[in-house]
């Protein structure tokens, strides 16, 4: 478990090849996924939620076989706590989801890649912590680079654009609930219940608009859900061997993977605004994590969920 507050000698012991090789694994993985559910949506109806639910469900049975298998208890201690972080990763999840069927793949993931941002935001009042003022620069930065990226005009917003950034904005609360769930639960305990709750929320909210996947929709799907569990579960196990201020830097690395993908596959438009938009949100996010030279004694956040 990597929390806040690290000593150094164990902050020495994890940052390591091994914890820095399985971000950028994981980092790939996730930026293939986002290629398949793009996939999906291209070859198919199917509305974000029901490939959601796929992914929910295929990572709940994992989850419980390994449960079984160990013999662990799943009472969680803070039941609050648990259902707060599952019910936000779940709506953060399916923004995001949104977010890549209506607009490209490298705005959706890369103003999504700005929720270690939104920790902030919602430290406060979740984990009870106060912020540094050199924050709310880093929130300034970050907006001026998601204003680019959406490049507004006459006819509004991209509303793919928009449902990303919202992604962005749970998934920051997402992460504040988790800081506090681990105080108290082991990571199978948590995955259980996010994948369960998940499932239910998700077949709820699919089932009146539930499409049958047919030809290749149906491999796409299963290669979008098996991703994003395996994503969920390297990225996890990754962060055992290295600190939260270089992990979600390494994990940064996704919004390039993903740039790349999206021109090579989907032939995706990157414009100088975009570019920009991109150095200045990297920026703020290698600041946030703590790394810059005056930012040493901030307080570093666990960025290791999506």
Known sequence: MVLS????????????????????ISAFIFSFMTVFVKKVTFSSSLPAVE???FRFLLGFVIISVILIATRQNIKPVKPGYVILRAVLNLFG?????????????????????????FVYLFAPFLNKE????????????????????????MNGVNKGDLYAFISAIISGAAISSLRETRKFENSFVILFYLMGIGSVISFLIMSPVFVMPEGDTVFYLIMAA?????????ITYG???????????????????????????????????????????VFSLTGISGLFPKLKKMKKFNFGNE
């Open 51 to 53: 490939i959601l639910f």
């Open 239 to 281: 962060y055992r061997y290295i600190n939260a201020a270089p992990g979600a830097i390494v994990s940064t690395s996704r919004i390039f993977i993903v740039f790349i993908l999206g021109v090579i596959i989907f032939d995706d438009v990157i414009t100088l605004r975009i570019i920009i938009g991109t150095c200045l949100i």
């Open 226 to 234: 098996s991703l994003g569990v395996l994503g969920q579960m390297v």
């Open 5 to 24: 507050g690290l000593k150094s000698s164990e902050s020495n012991k994890k940052i390591n090849s091994r914890g820095i090789i399985l971000l950028f």
């Open 130 to 153: 106060k912020n540094s003022m050199q924050y709310y620069l880093f929130l300034l930065i970050t907006m001026a680079g998601v204003f680019l990226i959406f490049s507004p005009d």
């Open 93 to 117: 999840a399916l923004f995001l989801y949104m977010g890549i069927k209506n607009t490209a793949i490298s705005n959706a993931n890369m103003l999504h890649m700005t929720y270690p941002v």
